[in-house]
Structure formats: structure tokens, C-alpha cells
């Protein structure tokens, strides 16, 4: 078997997937999406003709969202971290897993994303809730979260989540001070060797960053 990932370091969703793979040294090949391989963007549209990545392949037989290309590398790929541990954890892991792609990755890609529509078609209001439900999210997860890891001591598909969307969402809107613990835990989720690399190869492309990145991270 051989896996392929359609991918960009930059892409949070793409970093989601790319945490999984290097947390378990996962083999795989890179298929980079970017303007030098037109090829690898006409690959990715033969298979998903939305054109969103990531999407995995293996033996060439697509795997598509992220979250389900997760829960084929546990399955089929399994290694040091389960990625939906059996069990009591599973409901928690795959609830958290919704949460951090729906209320923050989200609502964080609206608001990043609002920059690169054409003049005359920005969406102010759509921005402004984002940012509120931003917020709601922040403070609900402020008393949810686990230690070291969103649901305790395993590093779980919840934190492959977490890690990006927690990344750029404080970009965007920053956590506050009356957050310590998901400030903390965002904290606790850079320094992961897994989640530092990404980081890492994604910093060459911080002026893609519709908003401008900030000085930090
Ligand atoms: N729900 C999808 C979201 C994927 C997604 O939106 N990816 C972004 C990159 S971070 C994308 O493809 N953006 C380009 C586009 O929407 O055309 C998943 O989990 O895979």
C-alpha cells in the first residue's frame, strides 16, 4: 500500500492531517499543492471536483475529508497514537473533533478568508459573527478541556483538530485573558513535535495570510 497526500503546509486542514501522518511516521508522498505543479491541482479535481483539500490517496483510491482520512490511517495505518481510542473516549474525541472544525476552523476561515473575496462582495456581517461565535466557542472550551490533551492523556484526532484551528484562530481573534486554560493548552499543543513541525514548514508561506501574519508563533 502507498499513500499519497494532496496537500499544502500553509492549509490548516491540510496541517490537521499532516499531524496524524508525522505523529505516527506515517510514510508518505507529499503531492504539494502549489502554482509550480499545475498537475498535482488537476490530480486533486479528477477526484474531489470541489477542488478542497487535503485528499488522501492510497494505491491510488481517494480518502476524502479530514476527518475520515483520519479515522482510515487509525484504521489502517494504525501506530503509536490511536486516533479514535476504543472505548469510553471515542464519543468525546469525535464530538471535540466537530467542535474544532466547525465552531473554530470555521468560523477562523471566514474571518482569514473575507480579504480575498472580490471588492464589493466582502460579507462584514458574516465576519462580525464569526467573530461572536468565535468567542462562544473560546469560553465554552475554556471549561472542557483536558490536560495534557483535549480529552486527557492521549494525544487523540481531537488535538489534530485543536492544533491548527486554536493556531490561526488566535491570529485572527486573539484568545483572551479570561481563557488561561485554552491559552495554555494551545500552548501545550506548539510545542508537540508533530504539531511544531507543521508549524514549521508552513512558515515560508506566512504571506499568504490574507490578514497578515503576526510577529509571533
Ligand atoms: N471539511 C473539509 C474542509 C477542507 C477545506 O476547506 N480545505 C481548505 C484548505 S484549508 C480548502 O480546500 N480551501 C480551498 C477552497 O475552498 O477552494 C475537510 O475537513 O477536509
Not at 57 to 66: A, H, N, Q, R, Y
Not at 104 to 116: A, F, G, H, Q, W
Not at 123 to 132: C, P, Q
Request: charged share 25%; glycine share 6%; proline share 9%.
Amino acid at each position: 500500500m502507498s499513500l499519497q497526500l494532496f496537500a499544502h503546509p500553509f492549509s490548516s486542514y491540510c496541517q490537521k492531517v499532516l499531524i496524524a501522518l508525522y505523529a505516527n511516521g506515517t510514510p508518505f508522498e507529499y503531492k504539494l499543492l502549489e502554482q509550480d505543479h499545475p498537475e498535482n491541482f488537476e490530480e486533486l479535481r479528477r477526484h474531489w471536483p470541489f477542488g478542497k483539500f487535503p485528499i488522501l490517496l492510497d494505491d491510488g483510491e481517494p480518502i476524502i475529508e479530514t476527518t475520515p482520512i483520519i479515522e482510515y490511517l487509525d484504521a489502517h495505518y494504525p501506530g503509536e497514537n490511536r486516533w479514535i481510542p476504543p472505548g469510553e473516549m471515542e464519543q468525546r474525541v469525535r464530538f471535540l473533533d466537530r467542535f474544532f472544525d466547525l465552531h473554530v476552523m470555521e468560523n477562523m476561515s471566514k474571518i482569514s478568508t473575507d480579504p480575498l473575496r472580490p471588492e464589493g462582495s466582502r460579507d462584514h456581517y458574516g465576519v462580525e459573527k464569526a467573530r461572536e461565535s468565535l468567542n462562544v466557542a473560546y469560553d465554552w472550551i475554556e471549561g472542557q478541556l483536558g490536560d495534557p490533551w483535549a480529552v486527557g492523556d492521549k494525544f487523540t484526532l481531537a488535538d489534530c483538530a485543536a492544533a491548527p484551528s486554536l493556531f490561526y484562530a488566535d491570529w485572527v481573534e486573539p484568545i483572551r485573558d479570561q481563557q488561561p486554560q485554552l491559552a495554555a493548552y494551545r500552548a501545550r499543543l506548539l510545542a508537540h513535535p508533530a504539531v511544531a513541525r507543521v508549524v514549521d514548514e508552513a512558515r515560508p508561506y506566512r504571506h499568504y495570510f490574507p490578514l497578515g501574519a503576526p510577529d509571533r508563533d
